[in-house]
Structure formats: C-alpha cells, structure tokens
C-alpha cells in the first residue's frame, strides 16, 4: 500500500533563511507524489507534482523538491522563507485510480 | 479557466438536523469530483469521489451521503447530523482519466453543536 509521513508537524524558519519540510513515502512501485499548500482556512493548492521524470521538480512560489528513490524521500525545500509561505504542507501520493493518500501534514511558521 | 465553487462558507448545525453542502466546477467537462473532510489538526479524509453523473464511490462508511446530479455539481449530504461530523470540508476536482492533481474549492467550515 502506498502512504507517506511527514516527519515533522511543526517547522520554524526565520525570514530568509531556508525552509525543509520532510517526507518520507512508501510504495510497492513508482509513485505519483504531490506537495499541497493550505493557507489558513482556505482550500489547498497544488505546489508541485512528480511524475516519474525529472527527480528534481521545481514548483511554484519558489519550491522544489526533490524525488529519491534510494531514501525514498520527497522533501520540499526552498532557499528563502517569506512571511507569506507560512501555512500548513501536505505531502501526498496517489494510492490508485481516483485516490490520493493524504499526509498529517507541517506546519510552516515563519518569524520575522 | 476552471474554477470550484463551495457553498455555505461557514456554517452552524445543531445535532441531528440535515446537512446539505454545494460544490460546482466551472470550465471543464466531465471532472472527477471529490469530497474530503478535515478534522482539526488531521489530514484530509477522503470521503466520496464521482467519475460521473450518479455514480458514487464512499471510501468510509459514515452519516453522510454524496450525490452528483449533473455533470459539475456535488452535494454533500446527511439526514441527522452528528457532533462528529464537524469539520472542515473540502471538494476538488480533477481532470480525467488520470489522478495527477486535484484542484480544491475553499471548503466549508461545519460546526455541529
């Protein structure tokens, strides 16, 4: 079965300064995997997608994360946290034809 | 360009009154819909998901209902509300056949009391 964890429910960066958020994905075979974006109260947003190309997939808002088989990890980085990246982050994998395996997500804050 | 709309916003339910939530896509044909439930301080639980016109798929057995009338609109539904049934719900969208991405509304904030 395919699931993913997000080893960290709690990130806090300062302005600036990088941001990792990490996750960890189990799968029998390649996966499809997603970074998602909650802003508070409101829906969320796809980030970026891997898709069994490119390892290293750039998102928008300056994000990428990149896919390793080897650790079977998909973290999601970004070299300069803004204030307005503060939000929750969800790592997810497609499990099957209409489904998605929703992380517990990590809470992103940023300090000024 | 496609757009997803959910309404109410919010919204204030006593137990075991009726529950009926709207979601509607705009520019696209024949999406695959969905229906998720965010509890507070969870991930998001798939509930139902729709290829098409009346058919229905529920992933958990619960107090709601889910039902597709026409082509891009999903309602949510429940006869006898529950206090676990507050939560933040969230439909989506995606464009078949494959699941590559889905496209969330802005949800609706249910509080049962």
């Known amino acids: 079965a395919q699931s993913v964890t997000q080893l960290d429910s709690h990130v806090s960066v300062s302005e600036g300064t990088p941001v990792l958020l990490r996750c960890n994905y189990s799968s029998s075979y390649s996966p499809s995997l997603f970074w998602y974006v909650q802003h508070p109260n409101k829906g969320l947003q796809l980030l970026l997608k891997?898709?069994?190309?490119?390892?290293l997939v750039k998102g928008i808002n300056g994000f990428e994360a990149e896919f390793k088989k080897s650790e079977t990890s998909f973290h999601l980085t970004k070299p300069s946290a803004h204030m307005s990246d503060a939000a929750e982050y969800f790592c997810v994998v497609k499990t099957g034809a209409n489904n998605l395996f929703f992380g517990t997500g990590t809470r992103l804050t940023v300090i000024p | 360009s496609q757009t997803i709309h959910q309404w109410p916003a919010t919204l204030v339910q006593p137990v075991g009154s009726p529950l009926s939530l709207e979601c509607t896509v705009e520019g696209t044909s024949n999406p695959n819909l969905y229906w998720y439930r965010q509890a507070a301080g969870r991930g998001l639980q798939l509930l139902f998901y729709?290829?098409?016109?009346?058919?229905i798929s529920s992933e958990v057995p619960q107090n709601l209902s889910a039902s597709r009338p026409q082509d891009r609109q999903f309602i949510l539904s429940s006869k006898k509300l529950l206090l676990s049934d507050s939560g933040f719900y969230l439909c989506a969208w995606s464009p078949p056949p494959a699941l590559y991405e889905q496209y969330f509304g802005p949800g609706t904030r249910l509080t049962v009391t």
């Open positions: 891997y898709t069994s190309a490119a390892t």
């Open positions: 729709s290829v098409g016109i009346g058919q």
